[in-house]
């Protein structure tokens, strides 16, 4: 694979938000003890559009939302070549008691989503956290996490690198495949 490939136009890109919005009325109702919370940085691309379109489904009901930075709860942050930067924590909220969903662009390792429940912890304790992926990527997970509401599962082998592109900061909303992260990159 010379360059990125997309695997996921623009319409299946909308009808896969939609049916994850669907998803989340039907296990979830009006939201009344749920919130959904956007993994910094690239899970609150998803979380924004999803809080959106559910208090569109919702009639204008407020739906609980924050962003959750996790720079510094990663089991990696230590060994970068580089210094990372930390995104803001937007939480106005506790968790304490709720059903809270735990929002990511791609599902890989589970890596960021353990960094996602050690970071949770410093606002309250939640009643139940539910994981909610764009994209699954399905083999070489290093940890037992699973998501429970899934828009698509793309089977990917060792070093191709899946990458979501939102038109918030590139042409259109699309998912792509690389043969590596370096092309993705370049």
């Not at 009325?25 to 919130?35: D, L, N, P």
């Not at 919370?37 to 739906?63: A, M, S, T, W």
């Not at 399905?138 to 429970?148: C, S, T, V």
């Not at 509401?149 to 699309?174: L, N, P």
Request: proline share 3%; charged share 30%; glycine share 8%.
């Amino acid at each position: 694979m010379e360059k990125g490939r997309v695997i996921v136009g623009q319409k299946r890109f909308a009808l896969t938000i939609e049916r994850l919005c669907q998803q989340l009325i039907e296990r979830h109702g009006a939201f009344e003890e749920t919130c959904l919370i956007g993994i910094q940085p690239r899970g609150v691309y998803l979380g924004d559009r999803l809080h959106q379109r559910l208090e569109d489904l919702l009639g204008g009901k407020q739906v609980e939302y924050g962003k959750l930075d996790i720079t510094f709860y990663r089991d990696d942050f230590r060994t970068r070549a580089k210094p990372l930067s930390a995104n803001p924590t937007e939480l106005n909220f506790l968790v304490e008691g709720k059903d809270v969903i735990l929002v990511d662009d791609v599902l890989y390792t589970g890596r960021t989503v353990q960094a996602a429940l050690t970071a949770l912890n410093h606002y309250g304790r939640p009643r139940k956290v539910e994981l909610l992926a764009l994209i699954d990527r399905r083999f070489n997970r290093h940890l037992p996490i699973q998501g429970d509401y899934i828009g698509m599962t793309v089977d990917a082998v060792d070093k191709a690198f899946v990458k979501v592109e939102w038109k918030e900061q590139s042409e259109e909303d699309r998912v792509l495949i690389f043969a590596d992260k370096s092309e993705a990159e370049g």
